[in-house]
Nanobody, 123 residues
Framework: QVQLVESGGGTVQAGRSLRLSCISS?????MAWFRQAPGKKREGVAA???????TYADSAKGRFTISRDDAKNTLYLQMSSLKPEDTAMYYCAGARFVISQSYLLDADVYSDWGQGTQVTVSP
């Protein structure tokens, strides 16, 4: 089983930046970031395939950048221009197989999950 450990969360003011990291115990073909705010459904934020090609949710486009360093088995999410509505628990997810483009931000297709790191953005 792949173990994922997130870090980098915290409390920041609106407009500032944060970088999340996720260390994986093993290689994953597809990795992604999801988030879940209190009382809301978990939603996909960004995903990256084995070839480095990224996919973003509309809410993340232009503000967030996902990347991976396979030499370090680490996934990153650079978040800028943060908004209060970005406040949520952020989860790293991995899949040991290639996922179709249509499902990259679908939580049901990911088999491995981290414990999450909290991001809080104040007005």
């Amino acid at each position: 089983q792949v173990q994922l450990v997130e870090s980098g969360g915290g409390t920041v003011q609106a407009g500032r930046s944060l970088r999340l990291s996720c260390i994986s115990s093993n290689y994953a073909d597809t990795m992604a970031w999801f988030r879940q705010a209190p009382g809301k459904k978990r939603e996909g934020v960004a995903a990256v395939r084995f070839d480095g090609s990224p996919t973003y949710a509309d809410s993340a486009k232009g503000r967030f950048t996902i990347s991976r360093d396979d030499a370090k088995n680490t996934l990153y999410l650079q978040m800028s221009s943060l908004k209060p509505e970005d406040t949520a628990m952020y989860y790293c997810a991995g899949a040991r197989f290639v996922i179709s483009q249509s499902y990259l931000l679908d939580a049901d297709v990911y088999s491995d999950w981290g414990q999450g790191t909290q991001v809080t953005v104040s007005p």
